[in-house]
């Protein structure tokens, strides 16, 4: 048969078994169109269709990309030992082309997946402050995201999966460019997880501020990512000792050196966020809140006493009327107003009782009494000498002002994990460069 482009020769195979364009695109489930336009040489089949057409019309994929059929010399070869004719090989590029075009497209359907997923979310937790449903239903979304990405490159790639394209170099290009892109696609989606995250560690019926949800988020998506890339380092590693796509020798040394160097500068990493994470568990329990609190500072108890009698409510109080006080003495407020006071064991207390406290030292002598109706007192702290000497009382303001300064000081701490993960980057982009290599998969 003479030599033909794949359209020709599909129309003279048609023909020649004595079928109509309508009859081959009833068989191939595509339109009497389609068919029409491989015929004229207007477009070509699609890259899953050419296994069908060739088993429909008995010949080889080779000899359909071919245009002609093998002579029986060439069919006795070995068919890995077949070369492809310009003309084929022109063909299957663009039959690649066109592959990677509609992979492109299904990836897209899947990232806008997860954007619909993280808009839904914010809708759920900014307009109607239910974060963890709002978590909920992007997760539903995320999930169907990553699902359909991971469908659409199995598809992709076993669509080539044939013997007569394993010869062709575009075939690797192909593969990597197609694992890239999921790594894209389902990267975006990891970090749209991140960014939800926090919403499942409030309050289910609590939304999270948009500027809180900003803070935490960029926080969930930085380690989102960060855990994606180690999986990625891995997987990576994985395909290429398996096969999946191969490098040439030149870029296999270049991926041997940055795979090296990524581990080394990986573990450096962890050693100084450990190291980092340590020192800030040091300081938090050694200079907490409760450590570092100031305070008023009495030297006799008359000053003491006057301060701890003063009628100074608590203003973060809750509405309610009960009282508590460190003693776990504690009251109950009723509609009358009229207020009922408890003590430790749950027996009902007079006022006085509630209130008065009195100051002995070791040797059981009194210092001092008073009755206690200051209620911005959070802690009181006693000298070590026998009058118990100097007395420093600290209000729940002062409490406030230390957490405030524990925040900033954590706050410092992120800007080092942030230095450091910088540092590392840097590290690996200058020895990359010092080495002249540059990072490929």
Aim: charged share 20%.
């Amino acid at each position: 048969m003479e030599k033909k482009t794949i359209g020709g020769f599909i129309s003279a195979l048609r023909k020649a078994n004595g079928m109509t364009q309508k009859d081959l695109a009833e068989r191939l489930n595509v339109s009497d169109k389609s068919v029409s336009r491989w015929e004229c040489d207007e477009g070509a089949p699609d890259l899953s269709l050419i296994p069908v057409i060739a088993e429909i019309f008995g010949v080889t994929c080779d000899e359909l990309l071919r245009g002609e059929r093998k002579s029986p010399e060439e069919r006795a070869e070995p068919a890995a030992e077949a070369e492809t004719s310009p003309k084929a090989e022109k063909q299957l590029q663009w039959i690649l082309k066109s592959a990677m075009s509609q992979y492109k497209n299904r990836t897209y359907i899947a990232m806008g997946i997860s954007v619909v997923g993280l808009i839904a979310a914010l809708i759920c937790n900014l307009a109607f402050l239910k974060a963890s449903l709002g978590f909920l239903v992007g997760a539903v979304f995320f999930a169907a995201s990553i699902v359909c990405q991971i469908v659409f490159l199995n598809r992709a790639m076993f669509s080539v999966d044939e013997e007569e394209f394993h010869n062709l170099p575009d075939l690797n290009v192909y593969k990597r460019d197609t694992i890239r892109l999921t790594e894209i696609s389902i990267g975006l989606t990891v970090l749209f997880i991140g960014f939800t995250f926090p919403l499942v560690l409030i309050d289910a019926y609590l939304g999270l501020g948009a500027d809180s949800m900003l803070l935490f988020g960029a926080i969930g998506m930085a380690a989102f990512l960060a855990i994606y890339a180690v999986i990625l380092w891995f997987v990576n590693a994985r395909l290429l000792k398996n096969g999946v796509y191969v490098l040439r020798e030149k870029e296999a040394q270049v991926y041997h050196h940055n795979h090296r160097l990524q581990k080394i500068l990986a573990i450096v990493l962890v050693v100084l966020i450990a190291v980092t994470a340590l020192v800030q568990e040091i300081c938090t329990s050694i200079w907490g809140p409760f450590s570092i609190m100031k305070g008023i500072t009495f030297e006799d108890y008359d000053s003491f006493v006057n301060f701890m009698e003063q009628d100074i409510p608590y203003e973060d109080r809750s509405s309610s009327n009960s009282h508590v006080r460190p003693d776990d003495t504690f009251s109950v407020s009723v509609p009358a107003d009229d207020t009922i006071y408890y003590d430790q064991y749950g027996n009902i207390i007079d006022e006085y009782e509630f209130r008065h406290e009195t100051l002995v030292d070791e040797d059981g002598n009194v210092l001092c009494e008073y009755d206690r109706r200051n209620e911005s007192v959070c802690q009181i702290q006693y000298g070590n000498g026998k009058d118990m000497l100097p007395i420093t009382v600290s209000t729940y303001s002062d409490l406030s002002e230390a957490r405030q300064t524990v925040e900033v000081r954590n706050i410092l701490f992120g800007f080092v994990y942030g230095i450091e993960v910088v540092g590392v980057i840097l590290a690996y982009v200058l020895e990359r460069k010092k080495t002249g290599v540059t990072n490929t998969k």
